[in-house]
């Protein structure tokens, strides 16, 4: 399920052009276009979820599965090992959350 409004679902079509760092069945992964951080990309699963808020138990599988996905992409990206290196993972949910894309999505940042 795609909302064909939505900037992240475009780009997950391919309606919008994007440096890919991942793509599987679920997950689509890529570099964020104004990084707060030398490592910084996007995380976002191919359904549309509008938030953290609309979060389900049905979405266990696909909530475990981006954040065990976050770490080996971490590194490949060029984030430094535990415990020495390392890197955040965010999201923002609504309005008062900073959400400014209304479609679930974990920035994952890091680097020196």
């Given amino acids: 399920m795609q909302d064909p409004n939505c ?27 104004a990084p707060w951080a030398p ?6 699963p191919k359904l549309h979820i509008p938030s953290m808020a609309q979060i389900t ?3 266990s599988a696909l909530m475990g599965h981006l954040l065990a996905l ?26 008062e959350g900073g959400q400014e894309v ?3 999505h974990f920035h994952v940042m890091g680097g020196p």
């Fill in 57 to 59: 138990p049905e979405n």
């Fill in 70 to 95: 976050a770490p080996k992409l971490a590194l490949e990206q060029g984030c430094r090992p535990y415990p020495e290196g390392g890197y955040r993972i965010v999201t923002n949910t609504g309005a």
């Fill in 7 to 33: 900037l992240f679902c475009k780009i997950i079509a391919g309606k919008i052009p994007s440096k890919k760092v991942y793509e599987d069945e679920h997950v689509y992964a890529f570099h964020d276009i």
């Fill in 39 to 44: 490592i910084h990309f996007l995380m976002v």
């Fill in 102 to 104: 209304h479609h679930l």
